[in-house]
Every structure is written in structure tokens, then in C-alpha cells.
């Protein structure tokens, strides 16, 4: 299932709402017949969340490909790259949500708690740590909610997004091993923050001690106890994840790539990508096919 494009198109809520509150509940089959767009590669600035009660669909998630079943949930992380396949006759739930609804009611730490929430994961036995009927009961109260919107709707929903949530961390085999809540975490977070917005530019950690206030050397130290990491494996996992996004979702050259990812020639890419992964960008296209 591997669909190549010119440019990933970004999108964000308001390509599926208007207004936009910045949370959204459909029905699968109705979120499948209004984003027919969905079929070629795009990046989305959001959470998603996907159950399939009733037959199943393909994704290409980033670099993984996808096969969720009924009885299924399916969550992407936002900037994620995907392309769908969504069975006509599937039946089930779509929820797409940002940070800032959550947080509304919730501080950032306690949505950043559902570790789950991290990567893109699918959960393949909902039934044997949820209750079903009671999970789908939730879902059409989530609708009915959303279909209404009166003045207190978006503190009901927050509330009932907030109990999903917490299910489907029940699911997940993703856990966390330091408590996030503390100053620590906090700092990696907006680290990882800034990170996605200057990658293509900023590889030193320097600049992104000095952004936080902070040594390059605690920032170092914080990031291999909070990610078991260095800062600047982090910094070239982020760049190498884009990388791959792009070889593998578009038809750019690795020219083109190398340009887009802020280098300062194709070779030096080149480089940069074998000695990483031990084969070249176009010899990881290739094994893509």
C-alpha cells in the first residue's frame, strides 16, 4: 500500500470542520465519504483516534503499513504521514482532537500522561480490557454531545474524551517509566516542541539549550534520563524520521529531499542517511516497493 504524491498535504481540523472547536466525532462512514482526500498521502496537525466496529481498513502510517479489523481501535499521532484505505461498508467511530481542547479543562501533563498518545498504535483485543457496549454507548453520547454543541458541550466532551482516553490506556502496552509531572519532563516536552519547529534548520544543541534557558549539558543529561537518548540523537532521529517520510510517501529526488531537510548538498545527505541506516536513501526507496 504504498501511495507516493508531489507534496504531503498538511491538514488540520478546519479541513474537516467548520467552526472548528478543535474536536470532532463522526460516524466512519459518514468521516469516509466527506474525506475522499484521505486517499493519498497527508500530514495531520492532530490526534486521531479510529474504532471499527464492524469490517476493517489498510493505513500506511509513516513507514508502517496497517491492517485494523472489527473490534479494533487505531490512534495516530499528530504529524504523522498517512494514507487510508477504509472498507465502504466499515462501520465505527472517528475522533480528531488537538492539545489545546484537552487542556481546556486538563493540564497539558495529564493529557501527556496517556503515554499511548505518543505513536501511532493499534489495539487489536478492545475486548478483553473494555467493555464493549459500554465503550460504544460512550461513542453515541460523544455524537449526540457534538451534534448538539450547546454552551457547555465542550466541557462535557472534554470530560467524556477524557474517559476514552483512559480505556484505551488500559489497552496499551506503552508505559512510562519516570512519572512525567514534574519540572523535567516539562522541559523535554518543550524541547521535543521545538524541536519539530527548527529541525530543518537547527542542529546543534546549543540552540536549543539557549531557547530553554538552560546548559547544553543539562539539557543533555535530561534527555538521556527522560528519553534514554542524547540531545543530538533526538535531533537526528527527528531529521531521519522526515527523511523517511519523504522517501517513502513522495516522489521528490534525494536532491530535492536533502534541500527540504536543509542540507547543505545531496551528497552530505547521502552521507548523512548511510551512515545511519547502512544503505542509501534511494536504496531504502526501493526496498519501500
Not at 12 to 26: K, M, Q, R
Not at 102 to 119: A, E, G, I, M
Not at 210 to 217: A, C, D, G, P, V
Not at 232 to 243: K, T
Request: charged content about 25%; some cysteine.
Amino acid at each position: 500500500m504504498v501511495v507516493r504524491t508531489e507534496n504531503i498535504k498538511v491538514l488540520t481540523l478546519e479541513d474537516f470542520a467548520n467552526p472548528n472547536i478543535g474536536f470532532i466525532i463522526l460516524p466512519l462512514h459518514t468521516f469516509h465519504q466527506q474525506g475522499n482526500f484521505l486517499s493519498v498521502p497527508h500530514q495531520r496537525m492532530f490526534y486521531t483516534i479510529i474504532y471499527f466496529e464492524e469490517d476493517c481498513g489498510r493505513f500506511a502510517i509513516d513507514q508502517r503499513i496497517i491492517q485494523a479489523k472489527s473490534g479494533e481501535a487505531i490512534s495516530i499521532a499528530p504529524s504523522s504521514v498517512c494514507t487510508y484505505e477504509i472498507n465502504d461498508k466499515a462501520k465505527g467511530w472517528v475522533m480528531l482532537f488537538l492539545d489545546a481542547f484537552f487542556t481546556k479543562r486538563y493540564n497539558d501533563n495529564v493529557l501527556h500522561d496517556f503515554s499511548f498518545l505518543k505513536v501511532s498504535s493499534i489495539y487489536n483485543h478492545l475486548e478483553d480490557t473494555i467493555d464493549i457496549p459500554r465503550w460504544c454507548l460512550m461513542m453515541d453520547a460523544m455524537y449526540d454531545e457534538f451534534k448538539r454543541l450547546n454552551a457547555d458541550s465542550k466541557s462535557i466532551l472534554r470530560s467524556y474524551l477524557n474517559i476514552v482516553l483512559g480505556m484505551l490506556d488500559r489497552c496499551s502496552d506503552i508505559t512510562v517509566g519516570i512519572p512525567n509531572n514534574n519540572e523535567k519532563e516539562g522541559k523535554i516536552r518543550t524541547f521535543e516542541q521545538l524541536l519539530e519547529k527548527y529541525y530543518r534548520k537547527e542542529r546543534f544543541p546549543s540552540f536549543y539549550a539557549e531557547k530553554l534557558n538552560i546548559s547544553t549539558n543539562y539539557l543533555n543529561r535530561i534527555c538521556r534520563e527522560r528519553r534514554n537518548k542524547k540531545v543530538g540523537d533526538l535531533i537526528r532521529g527527528r531529521v531521519l524520521l522526515e527523511a523517511e517520510r519523504l522517501l517513502f510517501h513522495t516522489f521528490k529526488t534525494v536532491s530535492e529531499i536533502s534541500f527540504e531537510l536543509g542540507f547543505d548538498s545531496s551528497s552530505y545527505f547521502i552521507t548523512f542517511f548511510k551512515k545511519n541506516y547502512g544503505i542509501s536513501p534511494e536504496e531504502f526507496r526501493k526496498q519501500q516497493k
